[in-house]
């Protein structure tokens, strides 16, 4: 069955950054698309970015534009978030999904999610 595991959250000042890594297994990695999601207090989660595993097409919400790169480590089957001038509002409980076919950024796309990593920018 899909497992994803995400690690790399944590505490960091506003302007820093942070990478994030979500490991997956149990499924045929090469046909899906893995996304990342965040949800902070009171707030509906949203996407943030996805990656199509075959083509490497990536996709972003407006929000994190210039400031997150989503990329792969398709032989390790490791999805990455990089994020880069970190804002306070950016502070949520980060999400890695995965779900076959198209890529897309609604939450409701994903059947497959890990147990999320906390990320706050103070």
């Known amino acids: 069955h899909v497992q994803l595991v995400e690690s790399g959250g944590g505490s960091v000042q506003a302007g820093g950054s942070l990478r994030l890594s979500c490991t997956a297994s149990?499924?045929?990695?090469?046909?899906?698309?893995m996304g990342w999601f965040r949800q902070a207090p009171g707030k509906e989660r949203e996407g943030v970015a996805a990656?199509?595993?075959?083509?490497?097409?990536?996709y972003y919400a407006d929000s994190v534009k210039g400031r997150f790169t989503i990329s792969q480590d398709k032989a390790k089957k490791i999805v990455y978030l990089q994020m880069k001038m970190l804002k306070p509002e950016d502070t949520a409980m980060y999400y890695c999904?995965?779900?076959?076919?198209?890529?897309?950024?609604?939450?409701?796309?994903?059947?497959?999610w890990g147990q999320g990593t906390q990320v706050t920018v103070s």
């Open positions: 999904a995965a779900r076959a076919g198209v890529c897309s950024l609604t939450p409701s796309w994903y059947k497959s």
């Open positions: 149990g499924f045929t990695y090469s046909r899906y698309c």
């Open positions: 990656i199509a595993t075959a083509g490497g097409n990536e």
